[in-house]
Structures are given as C-alpha cells and as structure tokens.
C-alpha cells in the first residue's frame, strides 16, 4: 500500500490535485489553481509522486487497443493504475496515470478503481461503441432539429417526439425542459404553451388546463349494482317538472306543487312545495367503488367541449329526472308559509312522473296552475332571504358549447322560472339542513361569513346604482369564500340560518353525502362519524376548488378562441372598476371580464364600445381598443 505525501497526485471530486500540506488533514492544490484542507479518506492516490505541478498532466495519446486486446486474454484478472501505465505508456508517470484514469472513467475499455481496474470484454465493448454511435447520432439529430426550429422549419410529425417533453411541460406533467433551455426560455406552462402554438404542435382549440390542474378526463368505470326493491312513497299521482335549460344532459332534480292554503279572498297563503331529487346514494354507498371515484373527482367537470362526469355514466340514465317513465327519488316536501318561513319537513324515498321543460317552456306557464302557485310559494322565499340580508349577485352568464364545427356563446336569460327553480333548491337545501339539525345527523353544511361592514357600506355609499354591474362588481369582492362544515352555522350569501346543498348528487360530491346520510338515517343504518365526515370534506373541498378553476380558464380559454375567429369582432362593454384611466370592464354577451385603458376618465357604469385587437392564449389575455 503507497502512502501519500507531499507531492503526490491524488484524485479529489474525480479531479486531479496535488498533495502540498501533511497533517491531520492533507492540504491539496486543484487543478484550478485553488487550495482546499481535506480528509485523507476523501481522496484517493494515482501516483506517490514526486510531481511538481499540475501541469505536468499533458494529454498522452498511445494504442490503447492493443493494450486492451492483451489484457482480454485474461478479462477476469484485475490490475492496477501503475501496471496499466506501464503496459500502455511503457512507464509510470503522473501524467501516465491521470491519463489511464481517464480511460478507466471513458469506460470503453476499462472500468474500476485505481487499485483493481478491469479490462471490458470484446462484448461489452462492441456494446458500447453500438451505443456510442447511437448517442452520437441522436445528438446530430437533435441539433438538425434545433437548427430547423430556429429557422421555422420544423417538420411535422416527424420532429413530434422533441416537443412531447414541451407538451408535458405545458400539461403540468413536468417541470423542465431541455428544449426551453436550450432557446433560453423559462420552464414554464404557459411558455411550453407558447411555443407549440408557434410550431403547430398544438393548435388554438387545444385546452390545457384540466390535464394541467390533474383532473381525469376519461368516464368513471366503477360498476353500479340494481336498484334495490325497497318501500318508496308512490308520488306519481303528483305532477313534477324537471326545469333545466334546453341542452341539460344531468336533469337531477324536480318540482312539484302539493296541498295549498288560501284565505277566504283566494289569496295564496302557504302550501306545500315538493322537490324531487335523483336517488343516487341508492346505488352509491358510502365507500363503494363509485363513490370513492366520485370522492376523488368532486364534481362533473363542465366543460365547453362537454361534460366529464363525476358518477358513471349509466347512473344518469337510471335516475336522471324524467328520462323513464317512472323515476326513483329522494324527495322533500316543504311546508311553506305565506312569508316564506319553513315549517315542516319530510323526507322519503318516492317513485315520481317527471316531465322536463326548458327554462322557456317554463317561463310560458307562469300564469297557470300549478307553475302560478309554485311561483308565487318562491317568490315569498326568496323575499325572506333578502330580509335576512341574502347578497344580490347579478352578472352577466352565457352558455360556451363547443363542436368540431363551431363555438357558440349563448346569453343566459334572465327568467323568472329560473329564479323559482334557484329558490326552490335553496329551499329544500334548507329543508335538509334543518331536518339534520333537528335528527342530529351530520352533514356537509354550507356556510358563509357576512362581508365586512365597512366593504358593504364603501359599495352602499360609492355612487352608483346599487342594481348595477358595478355594485355587483364590487359586492362580489367583498364576498367570504364559501366553506363546507360537518357543524351548522349562517350561510350569509343566501341569507339562511342552515343550509346545505341538497341538489345536485349526480354532479357534486358532498350533494351525495348529504344524500347518503339522509338515507342511512331513513333506513336506520349507521351514519358516518364525525372524523370521516371531516374526511370527506377535506377531500372534497380540494377537488371541487381545482374543478372551479378548471372550469374558469377553460371557459376563458374558449372565449378567446371565440374572438380569434371574429377577427374584427365589435361590441359593448360595461366599466365596473377603474383606477385613473385604467379599469376593468364586463361583456355582458360574452361574460367576459378584461382589463382595459381608458382615453379619459369616465363614470362607472359606462357603456364603451371595443374593438377586439388580438389574444394571447397561453398567458389567457385578450386586448380591447376603445372605439366609442
């Protein structure tokens, strides 16, 4: 064993450097002219020296084959630094040795460490060179591609597999890329967007974000077993309507007019509104394989290309509201006053006959019976949630669909037969609520923290009328988020005392623990404690925040695709906020919110006219000229 000294060369971080200093520690020069205080363990020798300088480690250039081709007589017998030196070199130098070390680290030939180098066999050998050739020819390949991006000359679908990590960047599947940092562009999604719009990779109709945000977008698969045979209450005798908008493919709920109360004038003073829910917790019991799907997934997923479903697709045939003659439900019959007050409640498994209309339909019927009476039963509610301090809320909404052919942005209308289905699903929200408190049964409670006074009275007293967009601009910003607990409390945004989402249990998860709970109460079977109840909350709220926001830009994202494709689109917006003369504006016929410059100062609420000047997809922003 050679000790080292001063002036030996050893290998420090497998680079050269020379021993200067001999203590409890070696002081060593490195081949950057740097001094560094080591431990003896932390180095190895190549050669005990003497060596004056590193620069004595001249390249040396020798048959190193033939070398090779000797020692493969007997592979499986290891060397040493100093005989391989001796065998290639015909010499053991400093130079000599750091140059076999570098062909022990080049590994075509020799592998291992100073004390025991082993000699490749011809195998391994032609392996490598194999290999070698393809790097090296995959490496040519790479920079012929780099030279035709740079001259806009990428070749599709031949140059496909250099973009899909550019693709994986911009889908949120990675976080790097050797592509970007190759063009000295950062790593971000929205500049891996950037670039494959400008190579035609993707086109505009490619939308990201629920890939990029990690929501699936294939269908649930977990299987469904049959309807139970089970006592339900025979409500088919009682006219239910299904009142969505035209193209609704979910219709999971219904309304319908029970026993009415009225003064010796025929005045209406209280009666009894029904809602009729899909029974889906029928098919979906708690920690089944379809609703631990729907657990992790939180919702359907609304998107302009169509919907991805939260329940497997089948259940929505079974139950949906009006798509067999005969539909099974969860059903809530509310007895209501004439000031809207809740006074009793049941709930009970019911068999319905639905019939669905439009919100159109609807709107036709609200003079007669039973559409009248239902109207008048909401409107009292609807009344007392405004006394309680409800928020009025009233921005533009539209409808995006999109088809291989074309994108269509469709207003929403407003419709009194949409507010009395919006009341009666805050009712029987209520209504549940309620009957849980009352049964001790834990729930999903909806709730929601009143906005500070000083926001309220800033909003109250700025100027403009309080029905505007404006004010429902600014009221808006001043809303608490909304948050879900397995304990009661006010809900200030409907202006409820207890309230819980009831409604909906083929499209938003908690909807379906509610109604799980409910049943289970009903049957008399176990409820779910109060730790997976947490459980299911914590899951859930996470998921349905990424389903918003997906939901959002994707939306977004399809408006300005829109616009692309107006080219010289014109139209009318509304200023909602500014800030000297610069502000942000609604389109109400697209809902769509965009900053804007102002030419002069203006008033809020004005009515400006734009012409649209262009977008840039990746970062979603759209660029607006006032022309009027």
């Known amino acids: 064993m050679q000790i080292i000294t001063n002036g030996s060369l050893v290998l420090y971080k497998n680079r050269p450097a020379r021993v200067v200093g001999i203590g409890e520690k070696l002081e060593i020069e490195l081949d950057d002219g740097n001094r560094a205080k080591v431990r003896p363990k932390d180095v190895s020798l190549l050669h005990p020296g003497p060596m004056r300088s590193l620069s004595e480690l001249v390249s040396k250039s020798e048959d190193v084959e033939l070398a090779w081709e000797i020692l493969t007589e007997d592979p499986a017998t290891p060397h040493t630094l100093a ?143 049959p309807l139970a045979d089970e006592s339900r209450l025979d409500l088919t005798h009682l006219p239910a309507f299904a009142i969505d908008d035209r193209d609704n493919r979910d219709p999971d709920d219904a309304v319908s007019l029970g026993e009415c109360r009225f003064d010796s004038s025929g005045k209406l003073v209280g009666g009894q509104l029904w809602v009729h829910v899909a029974d889906a917790a029928a098919l979906v019991a708690p920690g089944s394989p379809a609703d631990l799907q729907a657990r992790e997934r939180g919702a359907t997923l609304y998107l302009p290309e169509g919907p991805v479903p939260m329940l497997p697709p089948g ?46 339909d609807a709107e036709g019927c609200l003079g007669d019976a039973p559409f009248k009476d239902l109207h008048v039963l909401t409107q009292a509610y609807q009344a007392r949630r405004e006394n309680n301090g409800a928020l009025q809320i009233d921005l533009p909404e539209v409808i995006i669909q999109v088809t291989p052919e074309e994108i269509k942005i469709r207003p929403v209308k407003h419709l009194r037969s949409r507010l009395l289905v919006r009341e009666a699903m805050l009712m029987a929200g209520e209504a549940a609520a309620r009957f849980a408190i009352q049964n001790h049964i834990s729930l999903p409670f909806a709730i929601q923290e009143p906005p500070e006074a000083k926001s309220g009275q800033a909003i109250m007293t700025s100027g403009y009328a309080h029905d505007s967009l404006a004010a429902s601009f600014q009221i808006r910003k001043t809303v608490k988020r909304s948050q879900v607990s397995s304990y009661p409390a006010p809900h200030a945004g409907v202006g409820l005392e207890s309230y819980c989402r009831a409604t909906s249990p083929l499209r938003r998860y908690l909807d379906l623990v509610t109604h799980q709970q409910l049943r289970s109460f009903l049957k008399g079977q176990p409820l779910l404690g109060s730790q997976e109840m947490l459980e299911r909350l914590g899951t859930a709220e996470a998921v349905t925040s990424s389903v918003t926001q997906a939901e959002f830009l994707s939306r977004r994202h399809w408006t300005l695709v829109y616009l692309l494709r107006q080219h010289s689109w014109r139209g009318l917006a509304v200023l909602v906020e500014k800030q000297g003369l610069h502000g942000k504006i609604i389109i109400p016929e697209l809902a769509l919110e965009n900053s804007i410059n102002l030419r002069q100062d203006l008033p809020l609420n004005s009515q400006l006219e734009l012409q649209f000047q262009g977008a840039y997809l990746p970062d979603l922003e759209a660029h607006f000229q006032v022309v009027a």
């Open 83 to 225: 005989e391989l030196a001796e065998l290639i070199f015909g010499e053991f130098t400093p130079a000599a040795a750091w140059a076999v070390w570098q062909l022990i680290q080049d590994g075509l030939y020799f592998r291992g460490v100073p004390q025991a180098v082993i000699t490749c066999t011809a195998e391994a050998v032609e392996r490598e060179r194999r290999a070698r050739q393809a790097r090296q020819a995959e490496e040519q390949t790479w920079i012929d591609f780099l030279g035709r991006l740079q001259n806009s000359q990428v070749r599709l679908p031949e140059d496909n597999r250099f973009l899909r990590e550019v693709e994986d960047l911009a889908l949120g599947r990675r976080s790097d890329s050797r592509l970007l940092r190759e063009l000295g562009r950062s790593a971000r999604p929205e500049t891996a967007h950037a670039l494959l719009l400008e190579v035609g990779y993707w086109g505009q109709t490619t939308n990201p974000y629920p890939v990029r945000i990690g929501l699936p977008l294939t269908l649930p698969t977990a299987e469904l077993p």
């Open 315 to 360: 259940i929505v045939d079974l139950l949906g509201m009006g798509l067999q003659e005969i539909s099974p439900a969860l059903s809530f019959r509310i007895e209501i006053s004439a000031v809207g007050e809740i006074l009793d409640v049941l709930i009970q498994p019911s068999w319905v006959r639905v019939q669905r209309l439009s919100y159109e």
